[in-house]
């Protein structure tokens, strides 16, 4: 069974439950880290105006518009 909890992580490393949570159970976990939107890398700012060349062709609306049922 999947579980899923929110966790803080301290400058020791040590991880901590946002919300009480009774007894974490031992074994093995994936932790995710969620960046903040505010963190977006540079790359990903510099590298928007040259996507935008071509997500703004008509070709790409064609090729996506099976997804657009409103258009």
Same mark, same amino acid.
């Given at each position: 069974m999947l579980q899923t909890i929110e966790v803080e992580? +301290? @400058?020791s490393g040590?991880? *901590?439950p946002v919300e009480p949570f009774e007894h #974490?159970? @031992?074994g093995r976990a994936i932790l995710?880290? #969620?960046?903040p939107v505010e963190e977006v890398t /540079?790359?990903?700012l510099l590298a928007e &105006?040259? #996507?935008a060349e071509d997500w703004l062709? &008509? /070709? /790409? +609306?064609?090729?996506?518009? *099976? #997804?657009? &049922? +409103?258009?």
């Open positions: 992580i +301290d @400058t040590r991880i *901590h #974490l159970p @031992t995710m880290f #969620l960046t /540079e790359t990903a &105006p040259a #996507l062709k &008509p /070709e /790409e +609306d064609v090729a996506w518009a *099976h #997804l657009q &049922p +409103d258009r």
